[in-house]
Structure formats: structure tokens, C-alpha cells
């Protein structure tokens, strides 16, 4: 792949302003290099080479982080163009408007000053391109206004076809195609010179790139997405929700790694400046989406796998290096774990997802991933924990990294209270505390005390009526006196376990609440007599408490004199 600078035109940049994906990709930053106007990227994973109209050829190589070769030039001898075969082997220099070759060495081999044709002759080239995997040359010659492009054999130098290309701004070639490209228009042609795909947009096309294998990228003027059209299926176009870029300024350049597996895109826009795609579409989020140091680039290019992508920066003033390899760790496929195709009611299920990574390995993560369930009521999420609400069944829904992944599941009604153990019994209670303020079936403190229907009662403390309020089943509520109007608000609910035929010790309460914020034991037991409508329900000695803060509300358990809990107060 090479890339050119043709000019540097002021652009208006736009701020970032959208959210990090949860499974960005790190690209970090490698070295900046004195700045070159084109590369050529070499078809493995860590080589380039890079000029500038007035620099020499250089050989950069990612791994040593140095040049392995430099192709020395005439002093003051601009370069018009240069391309090297995928070999390695040759070395073709577009200077004062012939060809100079050179063999692997840097030596020159031969002058080409003109190409006879069937039609003519062509020279005063231009620009040069090598196909991949081979010595055939795509070589431009403009004489008297017209231009020609003729693909030439380098080695038997014969000439395959001619086509004329007067107004073509670039050309781009892949192992079966020649690919030229004007400002409204895009003719794909064979290497005999059968035309195989034309393609128009009257308002342009703002960035353009073609792979080695034939995939052809376009960026066309104001529109989001970049058109995908595959040379190896006769140019099949991707589908129009593939491909969607943050673009909303202009278009820098797009390219194609030399696997044809990645497309990346430079472009002005509301969030970032740059966007790397699978083939497939799916787009992959990256920390270089919204780097600065991207944001005044204006040439693009990727190594094999993406391994390093390279990018000239501050109005071409320095090249950027950055490092891909993260990219092998991207998602590629979700999947969440069956242990959530069921719930039990009331019991929070901490949520996990499955991850396959581009380089096969598998892990499983818990942060910045996106859940849903469709059924809220009957399942929820939050805090990252799945919620049981009542029986019935949902659709679990994960998403990450660009992929999403669904579960259908069930919630089971929990068994009832009075066929559970103790210590189950005391779980459920501090749940219901927790996300209800209250009991299990009991109203929240807080709620309508005048809406809460039930018999009249009391608590009774030594001999003293203490408090009025209403019993309903096993739940008494009240509202604590006040001068003046009573507020319509539940200020109390107790729960008596010795009326659910319970025998809580202070060894089980501590074991599920752990050490109380207050206790306290009296020097002598004061009574406590539960009330309802006229009929004593129960009698107490109560000799001590624990207090304990759970969620928004306060927790009390009063126990007798054996340390048996007898009156639980939530307030």
C-alpha cells in the first residue's frame, strides 16, 4: 500500500464529545519521525518505507524502532513518485518524468525514459504503482493535456493495456485490478484492460483506498459511511448499516491493511477522528478514536493484522507510530453463562460475561458491560447484579465491545417463609430491609400509613400503653406521636419471630447482620406486651438489643434474658 500527500488543506475540527467504549481498544503511541510526505507500507508485519519529494527513500522497521535501508538520491532531484515491488527486488523512481530502476540493492539497473504502445509511445510520466506480488508496473504519462496509464511488465517490458486517464487524481492497484479514480468517478479495470466496475457520485469522492486482494473503500463527500465494495465477489457493495464513521467534518484518507481483514478511516468529526472496521463492518472501537495526535493528520496507513498503523501528524509536521498489537485481545464473540437462564425471587445474581478474543483465548469480565432485561418487573439489573422481582420468564441482554449477546431465563418464586431455616429466614428479612425498608410482605417505613388497612393494636411497654398503630398478619406498623396534626407516614414495623414460630439466637442474628453499630443490656428485663384489638398476642421480658443500620432504615432486635430475639423494629 502507498500513500501520498497531495496537498494540505485547513480543516475544522470538532471537539470530542462522545462516551469511551467500555471495550476500547488500546493503540498506544510509539515514536514520532521526521515527517514524510508518502510510505509504502511492505506486505508484513513491521516494515515500511517512507519519503518526501525531497527525502530518500527510507526502510523503517517497527521492531528495532530504526531504518534498515536508505535508497540514496541525486541532491536537489525531486522525487515525483516511487513504489517498490512486494519482493523487494525493485525499486522504481519517478524523477525529471522517466523511470529510473534500481535492483534490491538501491543500484540503478536502467533508465526509462518512454513506453511504446500499440497506440504510441507514452512518456513524461508521472506516477507509478507495482501490483502486488509481482513486477508488473501501473505507470501514468501526461503529454499535451491527455493522460494514458498503461500496465507494463518491468521484466519481459511488455505492455498489457492502455487506458486513458485524463483527470484521474489517483490510481490504486490490487493483484487483479487497476483501479482509477476521479473526483466523480471510479473505473475498475482488469489487467487487460476489461473494465470490471464503474462507479459515480456527483458530489465526490473525498477518500478512496483499494486493498491487495480487490476490496475497494470510498468515502464520499458529507455521508457518514464509507462504501465496502468486495473485488473478489464482482464488487458487491456492504450493506448500508455497515461502515458508519463519526465523520461530520471532512475526510482525510482511509486505509486498507495488507491482510484486507482491517479498514481505518481519518476524518474531522463531533466524536474523533478516526474509525477501524473488521471487514465484515463491525467496527472496533479504539483509545486512538478520539487521540489528538490524530486529529491534524492527514495520511493513513496499517501493517499486516493492523499490527502498527502509521499516521502523519500535526499538518504533516511529524509521523506517528503506534502500536496495534492490543488488537489480537479485541471481542469478537459474547456469550452469557447459563447459570442466568434461571433466578430465584429476591436473590441478586452477580452478572458475568463470556468474551472470545481475536487471538482465540477466552475470559470472562464483569465492568463496563451494557445489561438489559426486557422484562424489568419481572427481572431487573442494577449495580451489575441481576434481580429476581417475581415468577416468570425475560431475555437477558449483554452488550460489549461492539457485540451483544441474549439470554432467555426464568425467575423462581422463592419457597415460602415458613418452610426455610433460620438463617434463610433472617437473609430474606435484611434483604427486604435493604430494597424495601421494611419486612418481607410488610408496607416500607415511609409509606401511606392511613392506606394500610388492619385491626387496631399496640405496644405495650411495662405496664404503659407505648405506641398505637394497626396489625395486619404478622406486621404491626405505627407512627410515632407528634404535637400538633400526625404526619401520613409509616414511622415503625415490627415483626414478632416467636408469632412465625422462630428461635433466633444472638449467634444467628450476628451470623447474617455481623456486629451490631449498638447494643445495649439493662441491669433488670422491662416487659414489652403486643397488642391486637383487645387480645394480648404475646408477652416479653426483654433484657437487651442489637442495633444495626441497614440500607435507609434501622434495624432493632430486642431479645430476652436467654438472648432469644423477641421483637424485631424497623424504623
Avoid at 526509462?112 to 509481482?134: E, V, W
Avoid at 469522492?205 to 455521508?223: C, F, I, P, W
Avoid at 415483626?495 to 456486629?515: D, H, I, M, Q
Wanted: glycine share 8%; with cysteine.
Amino acid at each position: 500500500m502507498k500513500k501520498i500527500i497531495v496537498g494540505l488543506a485547513a480543516t475544522v475540527l470538532y471537539s470530542a464529545t462522545s462516551i469511551h467504549s467500555s471495550a476500547e481498544v488500546k493503540i498506544p503511541f510509539i515514536t514520532s519521525l521526521t515527517p514524510s510526505s508518502a510510505f509504502q507500507v511492505v506486505p508484513d508485519e513491521s516494515r515500511v518505507w517512507r519519503w518526501g519529494t525531497y527525502e530518500a527513500p527510507r526502510l523503517f522497521d517497527f521492531e528495532q524502532a530504526r531504518d534498515l535501508q536508505v535508497l540514496s538520491t541525486e541532491e536537489g532531484a525531486p522525487i515525483q513518485d516511487f513504489t517498490v515491488s512486494d519482493d523487494q527486488q525493485r525499486f522504481v523512481f519517478v524523477k525529471d518524468q522517466v523511470l529510473e530502476v534500481r535492483d534490491a540493492t538501491g543500484n540503478v539497473l536502467h533508465v526509462i525514459d518512454q513506453i511504446k504502445t500499440p497506440a504510441g509511445t507514452l512518456q513524461s510520466f508521472t506516477r507509478a504503482r507495482f501490483f502486488p506480488d509481482s513486477h508488473l508496473l501501473a505507470v501514468s504519462a501526461k503529454q499535451e493535456g491527455v493522460e494514458q496509464t498503461a500496465v507494463y511488465d518491468l521484466d519481459s517490458a511488455t505492455v498489457h493495456s492502455v487506458q486513458k486517464t485524463t483527470g484521474a487524481k489517483a490510481i490504486r492497484t490490487s493483484t487483479t485490478y487497476l483501479a482509477i479514480i476521479r473526483e466523480t468517478s471510479v473505473d475498475v479495470y482488469e489487467k487487460d484492460g476489461t473494465l470490471a466496475k464503474r462507479l459515480t457520485h456527483p458530489s465526490g469522492y473525498a477518500a478512496y483506498e483499494m486493498g491487495r486482494e480487490g476490496t475497494l473503500v470510498l468515502a464520499k463527500a458529507n455521508d457518514r459511511r464509507l462504501y465496502v465494495y468486495d473485488g473478489a465477489h464482482q464488487f458487491k457493495e456492504s450493506t448500508s448499516s455497515q461502515f458508519i464513521t463519526g465523520m461530520t467534518g471532512t475526510y482525510k484518507d482511509i486505509a486498507v491493511d495488507e491482510s484486507g481483514k482491517f479498514i481505518g478511516a481519518l476524518y474531522t468529526g463531533r466524536d474523533g477522528y478516526f474509525a477501524l472496521f473488521e471487514k465484515n463492518g463491525h467496527r472496533i472501537e479504539t483509545s486512538l478514536d478520539r487521540d489528538d495526535s490524530v486529529s491534524y493528520s492527514s495520511v493513513l496507513g496499517m501493517t499486516k493484522g493492523a499490527r502498527y498503523l502509521i499516521a502523519n501528524a500535526d499538518g504533516g509536521e511529524r509521523t506517528n507510530m503506534y502500536d496495534g498489537r492490543l488488537l489480537a485481545e479485541r471481542p469478537v464473540a459474547l456469550s452469557i453463562p447459563s447459570s442466568f437462564k434461571e433466578v430465584k425471587v429476591g436473590s441478586p445474581e452477580p452478572l458475568l460475561l463470556n468474551v472470545t478474543q481475536a487471538d482465540g483465548k477466552k475470559k470472562q469480565v464483569t465492568a463496563k458491560v451494557k445489561w438489559v432485561s426486557d422484562q424489568p418487573t419481572i427481572a431487573s439489573v442494577s449495580s451489575g447484579k441481576l434481580y429476581g422481582k417475581k415468577a416468570g420468564t425475560y431475555t437477558l441482554r449483554a452488550s460489549y465491545g461492539g457485540y451483544t449477546a441474549t439470554l432467555k431465563g426464568k425467575v423462581i418464586p422463592l419457597p415460602k417463609l415458613s418452610t426455610v431455616s433460620d438463617s434463610s429466614w433472617l437473609k430474606r428479612q435484611k434483604q427486604a430491609m435493604q430494597e424495601k425498608q421494611g419486612f418481607e410482605g410488610s408496607p416500607r417505613v415511609g409509606a401511606s400509613y392511613v392506606s394500610w388497612t388492619g385491626t387496631s393494636g399496640s405496644l405495650v411497654q411495662t405496664g404503659e400503653k407505648v405506641l398505637n398503630g394497626k396489625w395486619k398478619g404478622r406486621h404491626f406498623v405505627a407512627r410515632y406521636p407528634r404535637f400538633g396534626s400526625q404526619i401520613d407516614r409509616i414511622d415503625l414495623v415490627t415483626l414478632a419471630p416467636s408469632l412465625e414460630k422462630r428461635t433466633l439466637t444472638k449467634a444467628e442474628v450476628s451470623a447474617v447482620f455481623g456486629k451490631p453499630t449498638f447494643k445495649e443490656t439493662y441491669a433488670t428485663s422491662y416487659s414489652q406486651r403486643v397488642v391486637e384489638g383487645k387480645t394480648t398476642r404475646a408477652t416479653y421480658a426483654i433484657r437487651s438489643i442489637y442495633e444495626y443500620r441497614i440500607g435507609q432504615v434501622t434495624c432493632q432486635f430486642a431479645f430476652d434474658a436467654k438472648g432469644t430475639a423477641r421483637l424485631i423494629h424497623v424504623n
